[in-house]
């Protein structure tokens, strides 16, 4: 595959790559297959700077996080805030106030933003929030269970029993 761009520079290009696979439609209807990462991952590489490009499958941290794909970009654009020196906003308030002016989703889009931001420079912080095991509601009831005095698991025991 030959490609070539005039719009990135080998040494000064960064880029920031969700990893997620999202098939385009002829993927999606059998004319064609979706390429292998690696190989992606490669003409990317090829094109940017390599030491500094970012992958991440934001898609799935979102989702962990927010129960929702559609704030991955702005996940992206906190990654990218804060990891490029030469980012065209000097300020993250100002793009703070455009997703509060904008008025779709502003308390997740903000808070993607942010975790973007937080994941640049502690990541594992982040998955550990958002790829945390999940538990189940049997798990959460002993928790919660075991957190209680006897008197009050008595008084539970008792209501649970009444509604059952």
């Known amino acids: 595959m030959l490609f070539r761009s005039r719009a990135t520079s080998k040494g000064n290009s960064i880029a920031i790559v969700n990893t997620e696979k999202v098939p385009t439609m002829p993927m999606i209807v059998g004319q064609a297959v979706y390429p292998a990462k690696e190989q992606l991952i490669e003409i990317i590489n090829d094109h940017t700077s390599r030491k500094k490009n970012i992958f991440v499958n934001a898609t799935e941290i979102v989702e962990g996080l927010f129960k929702d794909f559609k704030p991955g970009n702005l ?23 455009a997703i509060q002016i904008n008025g779709v989703d502003v308390e997740k889009n903000l808070q993607a933003f942010r975790y973007g931001r937080l994941y640049a420079v502690d990541p594992e912080r982040v998955l550990n929030v958002a790829l945390a095991p999940k538990l189940s509601s049997q798990d959460v009831m002993e928790s919660f269970l075991k957190r209680m005095s006897n008197k009050n698991r008595c008084i539970f025991n008792d209501l649970l029993r009444k509604v059952s």
């Open 75 to 97: 996940f992206l654009l906190g990654i990218a805030f804060q990891k490029i020196e030469k980012f065209p906003i000097e300020h993250s308030e100002s793009i703070e106030e």
